[in-house]
């Protein structure tokens, strides 16, 4: 079949390929999870909730990003009129799935929908700024307890929205019990860790700046994505370990705690600055009306609900966890003073 249209072979190769490392990174971070959970010879136990969350976080996410390539090979095969296709049907036609991945915009038309209207972009710009939460999270808590493979839990936030690699981090945390004596980690070269949400808001106001012009915007995009690594590679420095009987808490230092508000200031800054949206009557329905507009505002806007659901099961997990672990601590020295 021959296509009078430009060929992309690299765009279609990174498409085939995200496909196979969000395969080969989840078998990564399963394989680890299970080791993890092995080690500590399953006395650790993983709750239910986060099962569920991860079970519905990636079939929520399969069914819209699937529905984003059903409408992408839609659009492709009515543009250059070739036969839509069916592989289920007495009629059954090929799917020319090559040549619309060497010949379409897939990645364009996923970034040109998510910035269409301020409404789409208000939905799939908070969806965006939860990943960066996470990630910031992930890059000091995952070194803090040392997980490993902690790469591939990286690798999924890269390529796949947020709920799923956020969900299984959770899980991989529950394999690795804190200890009272962990040593601590506190941010080096705090100005690079600071300067993270503020590349990230520039390239988002930058994304809508760009919609519907082309190569600058998927150079945006990518830009932001490559921000999310940072919280990886940038250094953290140890302190002393905790006196004897204290538990670890997720914002003990101040300057972990400065930097989770200032993430949360900058996303507020972007939210305001978006305006048009109506009145605050109006806003529900035309939010409501852009979230079901595209597959593409579906996806980050329901990863984001899993996302929002899952922070806040581990907050409430970890408070509970830590009042145990106090009152187990206070109760100690009671029993010793009776024993002797």
């Not at 956020?166 to 690795?176: G, N």
Request: net charge neutral; proline share 5%; aromatic share 12%.
């Amino acid at each position: 079949m021959d296509l009078d249209a430009p060929t992309n072979y690299p765009g279609a190769l990174i498409f085939w390929a995200y496909i196979v490392a969000a395969l080969g990174f989840t078998g990564i971070v399963l394989n680890t999870i299970r080791q993890s959970h092995q080690q500590n010879n399953g006395r650790s136990k993983i709750p239910l909730a986060l099962i569920i969350l991860t079970g519905s976080s990636f079939s929520t996410l399969s069914y819209h990003m699937l529905n984003v390539l059903i409408l992408s090979y839609k659009q492709w095969s009515t543009n250059h009129s070739i036969p839509l296709g069916a592989l289920i049907s007495s009629n059954r036609t090929p799917l020319h799935l090559w040549q619309w991945s060497t010949t379409s915009s897939l990645f364009q038309d996923f970034g040109e929908a998510i910035v269409a209207t301020k409404p789409r972009y208000l939905l799939s710009s908070s969806g965006l700024w939860s990943t960066v939460a996470v990630a910031i999270y992930m890059g000091i808590e995952g070194r803090r307890r040392n997980v490993p493979n902690l790469w591939a839990f990286f690798g999924l936030l890269e390529i796949l929205p947020t709920s799923f690699a956020q969900s299984l981090f959770y899980i991989m945390l529950c394999t690795k019990p804190q200890s009272a004596n962990l040593n601590q980690k506190l941010l080096s070269y705090w100005p690079a860790w600071f300067s993270i949400p503020l590349l990230y808001l520039y390239s988002l106001n930058s994304a809508l700046e760009y919609a519907g012009e082309g190569e600058k915007l998927i150079y945006t995009i990518l830009a932001a994505r490559i921000l999310l690594i940072l919280p990886l590679v940038l250094p953290l420095s140890s302190v002393s370990t905790q006196p004897s009987g204290s538990t670890p808490q997720m914002f003990q230092h101040a300057s972990t705690l400065r930097l989770f508000t200032f993430t949360l200031a900058t996303q507020f800054l972007t939210q305001k600055s978006i305006g048009g949206l109506g009145s605050w009557e109006e806003m529900p329905v035309v939010l409501l009306e852009a979230l079901n507009s595209h597959p593409a505002v579906q996806a980050l806007s329901y990863d984001l609900m899993h996302s929002v659901v899952a922070f806040g099961y581990w907050m409430l997990r970890g408070e509970k966890a830590e009042m145990v672990a106090d009152k187990q601590a206070q109760e100690l020295p009671v029993k010793d003073q009776s024993s002797s």
